[in-house]
């Protein structure tokens, strides 16, 4: 044991939800996260590793000797050293509540709102809700609810249901929380069964009915089980307490040691820590560890001695001092938050201008968990480019104080901290010890800038800090001092130089800021392929800062002629504000026996608000099971020359490594052709192409042995671009492009595979939507026959097609070393190779030409679409069909050709994704109405409406339209939605507002229900009923949030007209209904819901009466297996004719949009949502699936981009992907929610095509959210016209700030742009 500072210890303790656990030396280099999961607590789960998705939220407590009370926290685990907790408590969320001892009221709450749908992400935000009750005093306001959840992300469920359940807990609503409250509700009060509190929807739906009216039933009460610590009511003996012992308890420093010989340190004086660093000189300090954990994990950088520093007093002081405010460099960010907001409540305003500054930019800056965890001391040192709060150092004249290891302290001002990138003025020696903020002085001014992709929890593009301390000059303002400074435009934060020289002894005015403009664009220098790419938007970013910045000072003085600013500029300096989200759900309720049609709550909720819901992952491992990991192409295109697994084979655990050679069946894969290779063999045709697998005892030890198989490759010219793939640049046809997406479900791809009968029979459990696909590759390559293979999948953490054929040859490659081996494999992605590996939506690229009446009636389309590939077939054939069908949306065209493409290129096989092709051939067609409309000079509505096809049309593929609702409902959303107003108040408001301006748009939707290869149409089901009436189901559909089982369930209870408590689903499995389909093409409660009633029929006729005991004492057979086809379907494309279709769901949206046009910043003002579904088997679910949808096309049309290493990045290495983690991209958090998000499903409009009159849902309301895209659009016009362009311009998705911002022309763009500039996109 090595001494620190006199003392030492190796007694590591800690408490896991009430149970005290000694931790062994020898674990530093696990995480919380991964201890957790160890000793069984799988509830919390792994989504990215990266503190960037808050599924490994859980709630830390410990003692603070200072504050002499227990402070409460979320933290991500994943990122959370182990021995970082030592002496706290950990809960996690089965220490919260759970279905046997009862539910805390938040999981209660969540479950009963429809707030979880896969529910992966669901144990995160329950953590992170539940600490932020624990930490307030008194209860929190909504807008703090809304903070806390900054952090989590979900991909299924579009927030809003969420945050209802959530906002129960709010300030305004506080009696709720308590058990008074909780009693009142259950002598009768209205419950929403959306939301599952006190109805909140009494104000009017979409079309003027009082939503949920027909669904007040009282068995929705919400029944609270657990207490209030907010109130101060009685603990229940369920809620757990702070451990007795930790009270009692003092920190001890410790030094343990971990894994390849990491040493771990916590001192706990600074003279310890100094007389370690003296020892140590390249040891990392840690605090929150948000940097050197990704830096250790992701980025493989191995650093041997650690020090915790987080406990040491003289580095966690925050002092208020008569002349600034003293930090310590261990002060975590939410602290400083809190005293910052505390000293501008309590010191004169003119002092605290840096503060609110501050304020303003940790407010976005990473999610709560990080904040909780995350020091100054760390962002500083990190010294990354980008770091938000440098700039802010800098320009507000911070000092640092710096510590050696004899103790000598030295101060050096923040704007001379920063060296180069990532390099920082300390010696190995040194140590940063504090921070003081000098305040400010009247007439000096600071602010800060951000513009991130996102607006929550994401890193900045370029951010900002500017200080300006202005003196009276006889009539005049004069600049005595001032600093502006960048991050984002270079290697390190970037003081303007320049423009600070020139700026002093300016008067502040016109003159200034012109001169200033000038000047930055000569301190501000970045080059054509500078890293990071959107050149022209940063240097555009970086006026419209400093334009933003005169604009606010002026606006503070404004008492000076010379500085006084137009009014229509005054919103340029207004920060974004947003007001809790505003949900509506209007539904009608049409029951049909027991269950059909009532809004029941997903059957798993309750498991998976208590983490109890199990996932391929948390499947147990035998005690001789291996991980795998897989040896993976790092060239886009190239023959392997030699791979050498010689260190592989002798790094720690390794157990085996399986190539082409190993494989006992074929190698051939593929879903419909065998394009692919499990196991490449001699060339490789992308990045992330599988060449191998190995496996060892532990995840970490099969990446490490993966990571040292050296492979040796001949390059070869890749193809990566639609562009390079095919020349289509010729014609003087309009070309359109629309980028690809992520699917980004939270679970990562896993399958678990294991041997019986010493490998005659091999099983799994995957993560699929498509078990039947894993059954046949692993019995294919492994050369068994399919009956003896199983796979099996209870639920999966979200699919939305990414699922359906990539996530087989993962269970493949992890069959072969099980076979061979005959023990059981694990092989779980990481997220950044699943997001590399596992392909994304198609990205499109086409051209048009469209004839038109001069009234806008449409006369002819002419249409050529490509769709990128990737390396193999994969499904792109079907998506680029289902594009075609699609690319007339909703309109006549009386004269059509369509022609597409599959292209081939070097990048992983890309993949089926909600919509399916379908999104990108509608948005084609809108984008050419919208062409129509601005040629025309009319409302894009206006065309829409006069070329909408309906009842009897005949499509372009001969299928007539039958029972057709558009008109009804655009009818219907464009009354409650109050279109023209609408449009109206836009442009009062564009017109009072130079440089915010608002849009409007309203698009329909036609979305085709099948499959559109005909023998996929059909399904099977098995229904066994049992001697005490209860029902078991099986069928050959997969819960993957949906609520399919939920609503199969449903279909099973009325039928027999029992409780839907009586039904229960099991899982899907290939060995009981055979042959499946993949749970696709929003077509699976249609078809697996008649397979079930057909089923249940069998059994119900005269078997189930009167009781099933009885029967089974007749000796009657009480298990039935039901059948279904979708009858009348078919397309022949030699003729191109037939019915590709069942039926259509139809659906319309409306959303009004505000963009800033000096940086591109959007959001979402209002979205109205209308949709047929006839007669929903479950309003609650199809709400919750539609809500799901648009954000997640609000995410694909205006967020989500993906960057590749090709032509148009060539920062990145080509055929690599960058965007490969939540830390690059950004799908929508709860911050992008509309502010007013409205839902609602037509009435009165029985589906004759499917069960119990029903219409499918999953994929037909994602297209809505192109409402979003033209109403920017419909801004960006806005803006353009301000200076003069009135002329078509495209737009491609997603509209990032970047699209927008240069799009909206203007005097600081147009010194870096001409008018027709198109930001880069892969395609
Ligand atoms: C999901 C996520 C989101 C993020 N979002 C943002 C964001 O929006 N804006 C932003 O700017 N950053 C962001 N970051 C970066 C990171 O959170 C910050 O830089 C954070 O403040 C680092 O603090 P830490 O305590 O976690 O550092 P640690 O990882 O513990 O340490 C970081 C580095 O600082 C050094 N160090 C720490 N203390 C001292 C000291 N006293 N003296 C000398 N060296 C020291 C360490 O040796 C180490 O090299 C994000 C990170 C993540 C993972
Ligand atoms: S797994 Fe920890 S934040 Fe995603
Ligand atoms: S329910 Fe949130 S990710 Fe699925």
Not at 63 to 83: D, G, R, S, W
Not at 664 to 681: M, R, S, V, W, Y
Request: glycine residues 8%; proline residues 5%; charged residues 20%.
């Amino acid at each position: 044991m090595e001494p620190i500072g006199g003392e030492s210890s190796k007694d590591a303790v800690l408490y896991v939800n009430g149970v005290r656990r000694v931790l062994p030396d020898g674990l530093a280099h696990l995480t919380l996260l991964e201890y957790l999961r160890d000793i069984g607590l799988t509830g919390t789960k792994l989504g990215c590793g990266e503190g960037g998705c808050g599924a490994c939220t859980v709630m830390v407590s410990h003692y603070n000797e200072v504050l002499k009370k227990c402070v409460h926290y979320a933290v991500n685990a994943c990122l959370a050293p182990l021995y970082s907790v030592e002496g706290m408590h950990i809960i996690t969320v089965e220490g919260v509540g759970n279905r046997k001892t009862g539910l805390h009221p938040v999981q209660e709450s969540l479950a009963r709102s429809h707030g979880s749908q896969c529910g992966f992400c669901t144990p995160g935000f329950i953590m992170s809700m539940y600490a932020l009750l624990r930490s307030s005093e008194l209860p929190p306001t909504e807008e703090q609810i809304e903070e806390c959840l900054a952090g989590n992300l979900c991909r299924c469920t579009g927030y809003r249901p969420i945050i209802d359940a959530f906002q129960v807990f709010a300030k305004t609503d506080d009696a709720f929380y308590t058990n008074t409250s909780s009693s009142d509700l259950q002598s009768g009060e209205f419950l929403c069964p959306s939301t599952g509190k006190p109805c909140s929807c009494k104000s009017k739906g979409l079309n003027g009915a009082e939503t949920c009216k027909k669904s007040t039933a009282n068995e929705n009460k919400y029944e609270p089980v657990s207490y209030s610590e907010v109130d101060g009511s009685t603990y229940t003996d369920k809620e757990l307490i702070f451990p007795p012992e930790l009270l009692l308890r003092k920190l001890t420093p410790l030094y343990l040691n971990g894994f390849g010989g990491l040493k771990w340190f916590r001192p706990l004086k600074i003279q310890h820590l100094l007389e370690l660093k003296a020892k140590f000189p390249d040891a990392k300090l840690v605090v929150g560890n948000t940097e050197v954990g990704i830096e250790m994990r992701l980025k493989r950088i191995q650093y041997k001695v650690l020090i915790s520093v987080a406990h040491v007093p003289e580095l966690n002081v925050l002092h208020v001092k008569d002349d600034g405010l003293e930090i310590g460099a261990a002060v975590r960010l939410s602290e400083l938050l809190q005293m910052f907001r505390k000293v501008v409540n309590e010191r004169a305003a003119h002092e605290t201008s840096s503060c609110k500054a501050f304020i303003e930019q940790i407010k976005w800056f990473a999610g709560t968990q990080i904040k909780n965890v995350a020091c100054v001391g760390g962002n500083i040192c990190t010294a990354s480019p980008i770091s938000d709060l440098n700039p802010l150092w800098m320009a507000a004249g911070a000092k640092f104080q710096i510590i050696d290891c004899k103790g000598n302290i030295r101060t050096i001002m923040a704007e001379n901290f920063f060296l180069g990138y990532r390099k920082v003025d300390l010696t190995s020696g040194e140590i940063l010890l504090s921070i003081f903020l000098p305040w400010t002085r009247p007439f000096e001014y600071v602010k800060e800038f951000k513009q991130a992709h996102r607006r929550d929890d994401d890193i900045a593009i370029v951010n900002a800090g500017m200080r300006v301390f202005l003196e009276e000059k006889g009539e005049d303002l004069v600049v005595s001092d001032s600093l502006i400074v960048y991050g984002g435009v270079a290697p390190l934060s970037l003081s303007a130089v320049k423009t600070k020289e020139f700026v002093i002894g300016k008067n502040w005015d016109q003159e200034l800021l012109q001169g200033a403009l000038k000047f930055l664009e000569i301190d501000i220098f970045l080059k054509e392929d500078a890293p990071g790419g959107m050149v022209e938007f940063r240097k555009s970013l970086t006026l419209s800062f400093f334009f933003k910045f005169f604009l606010w000072v002026s606006q503070q003085i404004c008492m000076k002629k010379s500085t006084a600013i137009p009014l229509s500029y005054l919103s340029a300096t207004q920060p974004f504000q947003r007001p809790s989200i505003m949900g509506n759900q209007d539904y009608e309720i049409r029951k049909h026996g027991t269950s059909v049609g009532s809004p029941e709550i997903h059957l798993s909720s309750r498991l998976q608000v208590t983490g109890e819901a199990e996932y391929a992952d948390d499947t147990p491992m035998p005690s001789n099971g291996l991980h795998a990991a897989l040896v993976l192409s790092r060239k886009p295109h190239a023959k392997i020359l030699s791979i050498d697994d010689s260190e592989a084979k002798s790094s720690p655990g390794f157990a085996g490594i399986f190539l082409a050679k190993d494989v006992p069946g074929d190698n051939h894969i593929g879903p419909i052709t065998h394009d692919e290779e499990l196991f490449a063999t001699q060339y490789v045709t992308c990045v992330g192409q599988v060449i191998g697998v190995v496996v060892a005892d532990t995840h970490e030890n099969a990446k490490l042995a993966a990571a040292k198989v050296v492979i040796e490759y001949e390059e070869l010219p890749a193809i990566l671009s639609i562009q390079e793939a095919v020349n289509v640049t010729r014609s003087s046809m309009e070309k359109f492009m629309w980028d690809g997406q992520e699917h980004f479900y939270l679970e990562p791809q896993s399958s678990l595979v294991w041997t019986m009968d010493s490998g005659s029979e091999v099983h799994m459990i995957s993560s699929t939507q498509a078990p039947q696909k894993h059954q046949k590759y692993v019995a294919e390559v492994l050369g068994l026959p399919m009956s003896k293979v199983v796979c099996k999948t209870k639920r999966i953490g979200g699919g939305f097609g990414g699922k359906e054929t990539r996530s087989a040859f993962i269970a493949a490659a992890a069959s072969v070393p099980s076979y061979l081996l005959n023990r059981s494999v694990k092989l779980t992605l990481d997220r950044d190779v699943d997001m590399m590996i596992t392909g994304q939506r198609h990205t499109f690229l086409g051209k048009y030409k469209v004839g038109f009446t001069k009234e806008g009636r449409l006369l002819a389309l002419d249409l050529e679409i490509y769709n990128n590939a990737g390396n193999s077939l994969d499904l792109s054939l079907s998506v680029l069909e289902r594009a075609m069908f699609h690319s007339d949306n909703v309109y006549e065209i009386p004269n059509i050709r369509i022609r597409g493409r599959v292209c081939f290129t070097n990048f992983p096989s890309h993949t089926a994704f909600r919509g399916f092709g379908g999104p990108q051939g509608m948005l084609i067609a809108e984008n050419w109405i919208q062409k129509i409309a601005v040629e025309l000079n009319k409302n894009p509505e206006e065309i829409r409406e006069i070329n909408f096809q309906g009842e009897g049309s005949i499509l372009h593929y001969s299928q007539q339209l039958q029972y057709c609702t558009l008109g009804q409902l655009w009818n219907e959303l464009k009354l409650s939605s109050d279109l023209l107003r609408a449009r109206e108040d836009a442009k009062q408001f564009n017109l009072q507002n130079r440089w915010k301006k608002r849009g409007v748009a309203m698009v329909p939707t036609k979305f085709g229900i099948s499959f559109t290869t005909k023998f996929m149409n059909q399904a099977g089901a098995l229904v066994h009923v049992y001697t005490d009436g209860t029902v078991l189901v099986t069928h050959g559909g997969v819960e993957m949030g949906q609520g399919l089982h939920t609503k199969v369930a449903q279909v099973a209870a009325s039928a027999f007209n029992i409780p839907l408590s009586s039904v229960f689903i099991s899982e899907t499995s290939t060995d009981k209904v055979p042959n499946t389909s993949p749970t696709a093409a929003s077509a699976s409660s249609d078809l697996y819901g008649a397979a079930v009633l057909d089923a249940c029929e069998q059994n119900k006729g005269t078997r189930m009466e009167p009781l099933a005991g009885a029967c089974y004492m007749q000796r009657i057979d009480l298990s039935a297996h039901g059948f279904y086809i979708t009858p009348d379907i078919g397309f022949d494309w030699k003729t191109c004719k037939g019915n590709p279709f069942n039926y259509y769901t139809y659906g319309a949206a409306f959303a009004e949009v505000e963009i800033d046009t000096l940086t591109g910043d959007f959001h979402t003002r209002t979205a109205n949502i209308i949709l047929d579904l006839g007669y929903s088997i479950n309003p609650a679910i199809d709400v919750g699936q539609i809500e799901g949808a648009f954000i997640q096309g609000l995410g694909w049309v205006a967020m989500e981009e993906l960057k590749w290493g090709d032509a148009a990045h060539k920062w990145i290495p080509p055929g690599c992907l960058y965007t490969s983690g939540p830390g690059s991209y950004k799908i929508p958090s709860m911050n992008d929610v509309p502010f007013k998000f409205s839902v609602s499903l037509l009435k009165g409009h029985p589906n004759v095509k499917a069960i119990h009159s029903s219409k499918a849902v999953g994929e037909p309301p994602f297209f809505l959210a192109s409402a979003v895209l033209f109403a920017i659009k419909d801004a960006i016009i806005a803006a353009r016209a301000e200076v003069g362009h009135h002329e078509w311009f495209p737009l491609s998705n997603p509209a990032t700030p970047e699209r927008i911002r240069m799009a909206c022309l203007d005097e600081f763009s147009s010194r870096f742009i001409d008018s027709d500039f198109h930001p880069k996109l892969s395609i």
